[in-house]
């Protein structure tokens, strides 16, 4: 069974940088492509970028340029370094693995941006 732990939210003023991570258990994390979304009160939640198990990335409009997804395949570790960081950024973010078997989702982080 895989499981996800995320880390690395928190408070940050407008313009700062965060950097969040997550760990897999298990083997599978080589098979998936790892995600992270988002959730905002009162939203969907909603894809911010992707990895896929041959490095391709892909990003929501709204962070391209800001966010950088990455991944280290010994590590069986996903982290999403945030910049430029914006007050609509705040939301609980979830780390996602998507193999060919299962998706297996995190616990989520809060990541509140305010000053």
């Known amino acids: 069974q895989v499981q996800l732990v995320e880390s690395g939210g928190g408070l940050v003023q407008p313009g700062g940088s965060l950097r969040l991570s997550c760990t897999a258990s298990?083997?599978?994390?080589?098979?998936?492509?790892m995600g992270w979304y988002r959730q905002a009160p009162g939203k969907q939640r909603e894809l911010v970028a992707y990895?896929?198990?041959?490095?391709?990335?892909n990003y929501a409009d709204s962070v391209k340029g800001r966010f950088t997804i990455s991944r280290d395949n010994a590590k069986n570790t996903a982290a999403l370094q945030m910049n430029s960081l914006k007050p609509e950024d705040t939301a609980v973010y979830y780390c996602?693995?998507?193999?060919?078997?299962?998706?297996?989702w995190g616990q989520g982080t809060q990541v509140t941006v305010s000053s």
């Open positions: 996602n693995a998507k193999s060919p078997v299962r998706s297996t």
């Open positions: 298990g083997t599978i994390f080589i098979m998936s492509t």
């Open positions: 990895i896929t198990t041959g490095g391709g990335t």
